[in-house]
């Protein structure tokens, strides 16, 4: 077993989030501030919306309380398959019927959108009192340092989903956004699992520390394995940028490192692969742990 960290004080529960009333003489919207559930990040359409596109990242959104959805559009393919208006799963919303080329209009260049696109303001921001507030003692954190490419933060939050993560975070500045690229990358698990975004990344590792969470950088030159310094309780797993890793302040701030067994030239991973193989080892040994 990895070296015990002297007794923290527990983190006192912060205050919990609250949504404004709505103006007068408007509908509220479809938000849930004071559940904190989610992280809305820069917009791809502007600062208060987002083209979400793909079929697994819109159904996904419109299916969420929490997502505030303005417009649908579809391709007359797309529609084929697509639920009837006024099937729940599509927010009330009557699907607009347009060729593709009207759809590529709204997206980044190259965007897969299967003929599907979303319109729909950014997810409620999330605190991180908000997921240790409602933490469990067996909670499961991931931290990601200065990972900016969208492609394996949506990856990476897929796999959060499949592993049950309480929480993905993030720092708010050199970090991918949720952008609908993130959201078709993660299919859908933008809307499930909470990001929050921080303006410290130490600072917040040390936070967790007070919390009861036992946090474990991985970095590929650390001496021992992971799954040798893993531990009952709450655990927090961090990840650095491909190429420079984790920065140093961010590792010597962890409990301890850790990391992944390789064998062959290949001796590293790419960040998302990564992800998922550390996630399935700490999940697979706590399971193994007697309570």
Request: include cysteine.
């Amino acid at each position: 077993m990895p070296p015990s960290r002297p007794p923290r004080p527990r983190a006192s529960r912060g205050p919990r989030l609250s949504a404004p009333p709505a103006p007068k003489g408007q509908d509220a919207p479809r938000t849930d501030a004071a559940r904190g559930h989610r992280s809305g990040g820069r917009a791809d359409g502007g600062p208060n919306q987002n083209w979400l596109f793909g079929h697994h990242a819109v159904r996904a959104a419109l299916a969420n309380p929490e997502r505030t959805c303005r417009q649908l559009l579809l391709t007359p393919e797309a529609a084929k398959d697509w639920p009837p208006a006024k099937d729940p799963t599509n927010a009330g919303l009557t699907p607009t019927i347009v060729d593709r080329a009207e759809i590529d209009r709204h997206l980044p260049a190259g965007a897969v959108h299967q003929g599907v696109a979303l319109l729909a303001d950014p997810l409620q921001e999330l605190g991180l009192e908000d997921v240790l507030f409602s933490a469990t003692p067996d909670a499961l954190f991931v931290l990601l340092d200065q990972v900016t490419d969208p492609h394996n933060v949506g990856a990476i939050l897929r796999s959060c989903a499949v592993f049950g993560v309480t929480a993905l975070i993030m720092p708010d500045r050199n970090a991918a956004a949720a952008t609908g690229t993130l959201a078709k990358t993660a299919s859908g698990a933008l809307e499930a699992v909470p990001v929050v975004r921080v303006v410290n990344l130490s600072r917040t590792i040390r936070q967790l520390q007070e919390a009861d969470v036992w946090v474990i950088g991985l970095e590929g030159s650390a001496e021992k394995q992971l799954e040798s310094v893993l531990r009952p309780g709450r655990i927090a797993l961090v990840l650095g940028a491909e190429g420079p890793g984790l920065r140093r302040l961010t590792g010597e701030t962890c409990d301890i490192l850790g990391h992944l067994p390789t064998a062959g030239e290949f001796a590293s991973l790419n960040v998302s692969n990564a992800a998922a193989v550390a996630l399935y080892a700490t999940r697979r040994v706590l399971a193994s742990e007697p309570t």
